[in-house]
């Protein structure tokens, strides 16, 4: 490998450095969490590659529907990854979707229709401080209560849920708000999480960069901060970071607002993108997100994931969508589908976590 | 090295009652820099609650409590850990899953840059992390190295070596070498030494004599709340210290145990003496250096 390879005398020592060396780097790759992740969108790109080759996988119009819809899916799980891997749980996630999207709605409606009227960039904060409160909400909870946060963001997934609805039926008697795009200040929102770039002739939308923008951010607060440090203390033993002086229950409530804010971003660009909403947006997508988060290597019990891993987790979750469409398989085996790989990707997950533990 | 000097810490007359319960009662106790004291008794004689009224969790009902001939009385753990009380429990504060570097630093991580960009200094933090480690003798080949692979003597060391980093000028080990096999154990002891030579004054708390003779420099035995003994070491032979601890239990009990002993604890006993010898001719060692 290097020119000078010759041994010279009393250079035994340093070779011997060398080898241990590089042993340790090729443990710590298998080491990653997102490895698994990784060599699984391989596997399943390379299966639908052969399977639904006449179908035109392989193509850039494929491409662009895979991470066009990967990329919502991904911004949340992003979010989830992080919470998770402080040691938290959120399922509430898809209800802010919904209340998210449909406070930017109810208040940009117009008044004749039950709305509030508003031109749309007030109606976005309003909605952005909504879910940061409800997130905080949840961690507040959380923190204090100190119940599983299972349990209380269950709650959350249908007291949001259920506001979402009852207020947009009461204030404006629909479940459905439309005609987004003829509120003032849409065509600024359009563009930043809505618009579409051409390559090679396939459409690739805005919210892909917002997917992997999040995922790099939070990959080095993770990972090159000392939050991102308190984050994997706090999910790893709580009461340990604590006796450091670590500020597990700030660190816990952030994240929960963070996942809030995750939501507020996903209701922002399919509200731009569809010109509406409706008060079932995000239904279910909690699981979704957290599907992908445990496919992309992080662990149900905290202290250990990345964020790369959740966003190839969705990149996944997309891939066996799209080819399960353009294969023209019955839509109804895609939860079946979905079922396998999360079984499948955690055994393996755990499987090349003990590898890497044994070294 | 020793003998010299006021104490570093010290406890005079400390109650601690807890409702009727009476924990401690009129306990006296100190050490000084670069000594160790060791703290005996048996299960309910009252460690737990001594290290925490030492470590700042619980205030004394009664008596003083002096750090540097001041006398202080602490809200918080964190007002003694300011001062330079270090404690180490038994269930120590390290995460498993996490690397060693990012466990060493945690919750005092070093940051470089500024502003939004202000980053973990992880290559300050691995660098440090080794030299630390190395300083106490301990070659960590790979700071990466999650905490849950390394054995549970190497766990305790990375403890110790992270309070001593971190500025302990007093350190309180709760039963260190518990839950460690004799080899662990003497790793351990080992770096109890090493703390003690860098001028840090230990207290060492244990209900094994075999682990508190080769480190201590003095013993303070507890026994239901009370001070049942205080020995510098060169009043109190092993074998004596050995009796002593074993002394609350009644007769029958007692001969029932060194009977069992006897039986089935040869050789355990065996290489204990091993290890304890192996730990003396370490701290020659290490008294050399110390001397230097
Ligand atoms: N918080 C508390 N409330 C009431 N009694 C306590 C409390 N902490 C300790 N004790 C009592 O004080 C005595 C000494 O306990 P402890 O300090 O834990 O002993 P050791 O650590 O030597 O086993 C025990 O009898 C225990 O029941």
């Known amino acids: ?359 | 090295m020793s003998g010299n000097g006021t104490p570093l810490l010290e406890i005079r007359n400390v109650s601690k009652y807890f409702g009727s319960v009476i924990a401690l009662e009129d306990v006296s106790a100190f050490v000084r820099a670069g000594e160790v004291t060791c703290l005996l008794g048996d299960n309910g004689a009252g460690k737990s609650t001594l290290i925490k009224v030492l470590s700042g969790v619980h205030k004394p009902t009664k008596g003083n409590y002096f750090f540097d001939g001041v006398e202080q009385s602490f809200n918080s753990p964190r007002d003694a850990l300011e001062m330079g009380i270090a404690t180490v429990y038994q269930d120590l504060a390290m995460i498993p899953l996490m690397s060693v570097w990012r466990n060493f630093f945690l919750g005092s991580e070093p940051t470089k840059g500024w502003g939004p960009f202000k980053s973990y200094d992880s290559e300050f933090a691995k660098k440090t992390t080794k030299e630390e480690m190395a300083k106490m003798g301990i070659d960590i080949r790979d700071p990466d190295q999650t905490v849950g692979t390394l054995s549970g003597g190497e766990r305790q060391s990375v403890a110790i070596a992270r309070a001593v980093y971190f500025g302990a000028k007093v350190l309180i080990l709760d039963e260190p070498t518990a839950a460690l096999g004799v080899k662990q154990a003497g790793v351990v002891l080992k770096y109890i030494l090493q703390a003690r030579n860098r001028g840090i004054g230990v207290i060492f708390i244990t209900h094994n004599p075999h682990h508190a003779y080769p480190v201590a420099d003095h013993f303070v035995i507890l026994r239901r709340g009370l001070v049942y003994g205080d020995y510098t070491k060169a009043e109190l032979p092993l074998e004596q210290l050995v009796q002593m601890m074993a002394g609350g239990a009644d007769l029958e009990a007692l001969q029932h145990e060194l009977e069992q002993a006897a039986r089935e604890g040869g050789a355990e006993a065996e290489s204990l003496a091993e290890t304890a010898q192996a730990i003396e001719s370490e701290l020659d060692e290490l008294d050399e250096l110390g001397d230097e």
């Open chain 1, 1 to 359: 490998m290097s020119t000078d390879t010759a041994p010279a005398p009393g250079a035994a020592p340093p070779a011997s450095d060398e080898r241990l060396r590089e042993v340790s780097r090729a443990s710590r790759l298998l080491s990653r969490p997102e490895l698994g992740a990784v060599v699984g969108a391989i596997l399943v790109w390379v299966f639908f590659a052969i399977v639904a080759f006449d179908n035109n996988f392989i193509s850039w119009a494929t491409t662009a529907a895979i991470l066009n819809r990967a990329a919502p899916l991904g911004i949340l799980a992003i979010a989830v990854a992080l919470l998770m891997i402080g040691g938290e749980f959120d399922l509430s996630i898809g209800s802010i979707v919904g209340f998210a999207g449909m406070t930017i709605m109810v208040l940009s409606f117009p008044t004749d229709g039950g709305g509030f009227g508003w031109s749309l960039w007030p109606a976005i904060l309003v909605a952005l401080i909504v879910a940061l409160a409800v997130g905080w909400f949840n961690g507040f909870l959380v923190v204090t209560t100190k119940l599983p946060s299972f349990i209380i963001t269950l709650a959350t997934l249908f007291i949001f849920r259920g506001l979402t609805i009852a207020l947009t039926r009461l204030r404006t008697n629909r479940t459905q708000l439309g005609n987004l795009d003829e509120v003032s200040g849409f065509g600024l929102a359009d563009t930043l999480f809505a618009s579409q770039f051409t390559i090679f002739g396939a459409r690739f939308r805005v919210a892909i960069l917002w997917w992997v923008g999040l995922a790099l951010v939070a990959t080095w607060v993770l990972l090159r901060t000392r939050q991102g440090n308190w984050i994997f203390g706090a999910g790893g033993d709580a009461n340990a970071a604590r006796s450091v002086g670590v500020p597990v229950n700030r660190v816990k409530i952030a994240l929960f607002m963070t996942t809030a804010f995750a939501g507020f971003l996903v209701a922002l660009i399919q509200a731009v993108q569809f010109t509406g909403a409706d008060t079932l947006r995000g239904f279910q997508q909690e699981f979704e997100a957290i599907i992908a988060v445990v496919v992309g290597g992080t662990l149900l019990t905290g202290g250990y994931g990345s964020a790369i891993g959740a966003l190839f987790g969705a990149l996944i979750f997309a891939m066996v969508q799209q080819g399960i469409i353009i294969t023209g398989v019955d839509g109804d085996w895609f939860q079946v589908f979905v079922g396998t790989v999360l079984v499948v990707a955690v055994i393996f997950n755990n499987f090349v976590r003990q590898k890497a533990a044994q070294r």
